[in-house]
C-alpha cells in the first residue's frame, strides 16, 4: 500500500487540477504498469521513489529515465507523475519518479543533495529490477527541471558521491527555472536561506565544462518569467560541448506541458525516447 500522502500548502486553482488530473491519470497508469513504490533512497520522510517497470519480466539491461516532480519546491508529489510512465516502459525503459524534503522546512542545497543521493540509488541498485546504471536519463517540471539541471551540472558532486561524471547520459528540464539571481527575494525565500546563496543555486552559473545533452521543453504560454530563462540556460549550454536542443510547445502552459509527458504520440515523448534510444553527439 502506498504511503500517506502528507499535506502540504494551499496550490492556486491552476496547479490545484493539475494536481488532480495527475493524481488521476497516476492512478490509472498504475493499474497497468508493473510498480514498486516507496522505496527508500534515504532515512527522512520524503526521501524516496517510484519505480515502473516493462511488462517484459525477464527484461534485462533497459535504460532508465529518472524524473523530479515541480511544485515551486514547497509542495508536490512524486504520485503526480505515475501517468508518464507507460510511454517508457513500453519501449521498454524503467521509469523512476522522484520525491524529495520540500522547502521551506528544507532549504538548499538539500532539496539538490536529496535528488542526487536519489540518482545514486538508482545507479547502485536499478540493476536488482532490470536497469541499466549505464543508461540513466535525468529530468524534471518546473523545480524539478531546477534540481535535475542541478544535479547533472554539479560535477564535482556527482563524482564525491561515488558516480561517474557523466552518469546522466542526457537531461530533460520542462519549463525549469535556471537562474535565481533574476528573482525577487520572496520568491527566493521559498528556497533559499539568503539572497546571497542565488548564484550556487543557479544552473546557468555551471555550465561549464558540460558534455552532457540537454533537451529543454518550454510552453508557448509558460509563465512568463521560464520562456526567456528557458532560452538563455539553453544559449549558455551552446558554448560547451554537449548537444543542446529546444522544444517551443505551441499551446502549451506551465501544467498542460507536464501532462504531455503521458502522451504517447505527442513531440516531447517522441523526441526524448529517440534521445533514450540514441544519445545525441553535437
Sequence with gaps: MAKLLKKQPPMSPPAEVYSATAFQLTEEAKATTRHVLDVAYG???DQDIDIYLPDDPSATDVPVFVFIHGGSWTHGYKEWLGFM?????????????????????????????????????????????????????????SAGGHLAAMVTLQLDALEASGMPRDVVKACFPVSGVFDFTERDEDRLNKMLESPSDAEAASPIRLVEGNQTPFLFAIGEIDFPDLIPQCHAMADALRGQSGAVEVMDMPGEDHFKISLQGGNPEGPWVTRVREWIANPPTK
Design 43 to 45: 532515512p527522512e520522510d
Design 85 to 141: 510512465a507507460p510511454p517508457f516502459t513500453s519501449m521498454p525503459a524503467i521509469f523512476v519518479s522522484v520525491a524529495y524534503r520540500l522547502a521551506p522546512d528544507t532549504k538548499f542545497p538539500l532539496p539538490v543533495e536529496d535528488c542526487r543521493n536519489a540518482l545514486k540509488w538508482v545507479y547502485e541498485n536499478i540493476s536488482d529490477h532490470g536497469g541499466d546504471r549505464d543508461r540513466i536519463f535525468l529530468g524534471g517540471h
